[in-house]
């Protein structure tokens, strides 16, 4: 059974700083793009960041462009996202999502990452 | 960027009806396209990939169609357990976008 279990959501000042963490269980991790699809409250989907299998390719959203870094370690089937300069605007649920570049397939079930001072 | 614009914004029905929901894209994705459904408090949940696959699990009253632009969700006669707000997402292009969403509601 796939399973995604994201980390690291909080409450943190504006400009601040957080890492989202991703622990992924029950398929081949190096062998899967990964993901990060956040939520605002109230709000639609909005995709973040993708990365590919070895992290030789990352994309990003332009809102969060040279402030976020999507990061990925084979070896532990984690998935992560350094979330800096952090503004009231990037309060969301954080999803980690299996897939990138495609449809994904299967969703962590979040983390709440408020930015408020 | 490619936009995705989903309509109705919400689409009442009742339990057995049937339910057409539509998404058009700014320019061209192929088939490059998916639905979800996102229940309260729930995650989402890949309901058609590829603008017409049904996901594992996915029940067959539930179908995707369209190509190029156009595409439709259809569920062909409402269930208590489909009543909830479904997103499309293109993957032709980066950046990923999702459509605004249709909640459907009784």
């Known amino acids: 059974e796939v399973q995604l279990l994201e980390s690291g959501g909080g409450l943190v000042q504006p400009g601040g700083s957080l890492r989202l963490s991703c622990a992924a269980s029950?398929?081949?991790?190096?062998?899967?793009?990964m993901s990060w699809v956040r939520q605002a409250p109230g709000k639609g989907l909005e995709w973040v960041s993708s990365?590919?299998?070895?992290?030789?390719?990352?994309y990003y959203a332009d809102s969060v462009k040279g402030r976020f870094t999507i990061s990925r370690d084979n070896s532990k089937n984690t998935l992560y996202l350094q979330m800096d300069t952090l503004r009231a605007e990037d309060t969301a649920v954080y999803y980690c999502a299996k897939g990138g570049g495609a449809d994904f397939n299967y969703w962590g079930q979040g983390t709440l990452v408020t930015v408020s001072s | 960027e490619i936009v995705m614009t989903q309509s109705p914004a919400t689409l009442s029905v009742s339990p057995g009806e049937r339910a057409t929901l539509s998404c058009r894209a700014s320019?061209?994705?192929?088939?490059?396209l998916a639905w979800y459904q996102q229940k309260p408090g729930q995650a989402p949940r890949l309901l058609i990939y590829?603008?017409?696959t049904r996901a594992i699990g996915i029940p067959a009253r539930i179908s995707g169609s369209g190509s190029a632009t156009e595409f439709t969700l259809t569920i062909s006669s409402l269930q208590s357990e489909d009543f909830a707000v479904y997103y499309c997402q293109q993957y032709n292009n980066w950046p990923l976008t999702f459509g605004g969403g249709t909640k459907v509601e009784i």
């Open positions: 029950g398929f081949t991790f190096i062998s899967y793009a």
């Open positions: 990365i590919s299998t070895t992290a030789g390719n990352t």
């Open positions: 320019q061209s994705v192929s088939s490059n």
């Open positions: 590829d603008a017409s």
